[in-house]
């Protein structure tokens, strides 16, 4: 059985700094492409960064570029969301997710498979 467990948000001041993290138990990671999605209120759900299966090719939506930073260890199937800088405009709660498309822009679902997690809450006061 497939678990995705995400961690790390909360409550922070707008200019602060999170790590959210993501375990999976139940896959290999290292099989799948991963990536972070967020949704907020009366939002859709929106691709934030992705990353290749061996780390070193990631991308990231243009309105987290330079601010956020996605990394993985396939060791110990785990995927990591560093995000700097944060704006209340950030707030949102973000998954993390295994088995996803990965373009210059960001991750996309796919309609029909993946492994989410049920997220963690980020949340920016101004």
């Known amino acids: 059985q497939v678990q995705v467990v995400e961690s790390g948000g909360g409550l922070v001041q707008a200019g602060g700094s999170l790590r959210l993290s993501c375990t999976f138990s139940?896959?290999?990671?290292?099989?799948?492409?991963m990536g972070w999605f967020r949704q907020a209120p009366g939002k859709e759900r929106e691709g934030v960064a992705c990353?290749?299966?061996?780390?070193?090719?990631?991308y990231y939506a243009d309105s987290t570029k330079g601010r956020f930073t996605i990394s993985r260890d396939n060791a110990k199937n785990t995927l990591d969301l560093q995000i700097y800088n944060l704006k209340p405009e950030d707030t949102a709660m973000y998954y993390c997710?295994?088995?996803?498309?990965?373009?210059?822009?960001?991750?996309?679902?796919?309609?029909?498979?993946?492994?989410w997690g049920q997220g963690t809450q980020v949340t920016v006061s101004s």
């Open positions: 997710a295994a088995d996803v498309l990965c373009y210059s822009g960001g991750p996309r679902y796919r309609a029909d498979s993946g492994y």
């Open positions: 139940g896959l290999t990671s290292g099989a799948y492409i």
């Open positions: 990353i290749n299966l061996n780390g070193r090719s990631t």
